[in-house]
């Protein structure tokens, strides 16, 4: 009887989840578009009176193909609190927090912004669509120029700045950029060198973090920045710096707070002030057919000054195919969920809890009726569960979460949650990602992921497995990922160490550093060119299948460490490494500790020596 009867609430609910969703749509279909035409003034007024006076749930706009210019003058604002952002007062172009519904046909139009504004805004809505829409700014918030002369004894480089399409002013010494609007950063910042030809990071490079002593602008035009640094840029190369930390993520061109039924299609990403897409405790999203990259013969190398695509502590399904992320300042994507620290056991079903990094605070961590695991330390491991009844927040830091039983016994001050619930399956297909800094993709769920026939090229390591609680605490362990039939082609050529595929936990002191973290990865029929030795690197792995893989060694470029293995197992178990072909030298294909050892499978490789 009681097998019936869940079976019939299933199919009930199946059913009206159903008829919800073509509502939804035919609700959207139905409302009468609001139609936009181009006029080559400002139209952010425009748009901010029809949102405001919009009084229905459902909103369908049009756009003429054409272009459109968007100022910040008569913007709408708000305090946000945005992830990985800086949180503060943000002037908005499209602001959707009102509505259920809403669907934006752009018919290839292109949405020109000046200054500091956030593009698009959508919160608690059930339904999205977007299609046809490139973004760009008139001026980037960046400096760009070319590395003309070093003295590295007395510490300066001259550079010969870009100015055709980009603001900047030396005063008192100091580099004044974007100088936009009264706007600029402290000082330059996160800094890194471009190969003028190829407009992707040096080989080799490294993150410069710059703060010159001063700035002298020479009678030739050219800047000298008095400054000492630990690696120094080569002559000729493009060095680019995107300002001060506490400023240089104003906000994402999309954000998505709260909010259902997402698909993003044939949308263009020029440049941002932050990340690309930004997903937030959002749930079922398809970004398809869509960039974050240059436009065609740009004299930029930076589109998004942060990730291409980021979703955090998303649920449902996600799917991103056929799209082109290039030229970010970091990842093409990166996918996590969030561990809170425990402050306090307040009593046996309340805990006080806290954000740690500096761009989570006011995060929404969780809500009544998620399901949340408790860390203990010094173990890793997801341990018992609870569900929430009641969330109270303090501050952006800290708030209380009630649970509708007790608390596991043994729970203390330090020991971190992981909100179950807020998981998403994962897939990303078909997709280019190169040309930018930092990793093309950081995976982060323990749920389904397929990661499948993109081409990718990478400054560091390809695909990043690190869910941690030192810096970031982004959660977390893995348990089911698939990567099969990809193109790998010049990656990990960053000068710090990294490596083609990199799993590599990063859990606080208190923590257990030899525990397994990550579980079932499956890296099989991919196609990798690679001038250097680091094609694998594993950490506290449980169950890596490397299988069919083609490796092939190039001499494209200088091998940045040829003394490392090209696969290097640590603290991990049941690894698997059979049917490979490696073509190329190596003094050394496999290094593996005891714990590795005693559970390694190798089986029918060719190429690879003793």
Known sequence: MNFKTDIISILIKCFVIIIFG?????????????????TGEDMTPVIREILENHNEKDIVIEFKKGEYKFLPDYASGKYLVITNHGNGYKRIIFNFDKFHSV????????????GQVMPFFFEGCESVNISGVTLDWDIPFTFLGEVIAINKEEGWRDIKPRTEGF????????????????????YPGSTLAFDPEEKRPIHGGWD?????????????????????????????????????????RYAPAFEFKSSNNIILENIVIHHALGM???????????????????REGSNRVISSTADATHFANCKGNILVENCRFENMLDDGTNVHGTYVVIDEVIDEKTLRTKLMHFEQLGFEFASPSDEIWFIKQPSPERSETAIVSKVKVINEQFFEISFDSEIPKGLKSGDILENKTWNPEFTMRGCTIRNHRARNIVLKTPLKTVIEKNHLSSMMSSIFFRGESHFWFESGGVNDVLIQNNTFEYCAYSGAEHSVLNITPRMGNSFDQSQIFDRNIRFENNTIHTFGNRIVIADRVDG???????????????????????????NSQNVKIEGNIYEGDSLQMIKADKKSSNTLILKKNKGFSD
């Open 276 to 294: 690309g897409f930004l997903f937030e405790r959002s749930e079922n999203i398809q970004i398809l057919n869509s960039g974050v990259h240059l």
């Open 167 to 186: 603001s900047w002013n030396v005063k008192n010494g100091r580099l004044e950029f974007p100088n936009i609007d009264g706007f600029n950063y402290a």
């Open 208 to 248: 410069i973090y710059s703060n010159p002593r001063w700035v002298e602008k020479l009678p030739n035009g050219n800047l000298r920045f008095h400054e000492f640094l630990n690696h120094y840029p080569p002559i000729g190369s493009l060095l680019s710096s995107k300002g001060d930390r506490k400023q240089d």
């Open 22 to 38: 073509l509502t939804s749509t035919l609700v959207a279909l139905a409302s009468s578009p609001i139609v936009i035409e181009p």
């Open 544 to 570: 890596l299948t490397i299988l069919n893989n083609k490796i092939v060694k190039t001499n494209q470029k200088a091998n940045l460490y040829p003394e490392a293995p090209i696969f290097e197992l640590t």
């Open 103 to 114: 669907t934006i046909q752009g018919n290839g139009s292109e949405f020109i912004f000046h």
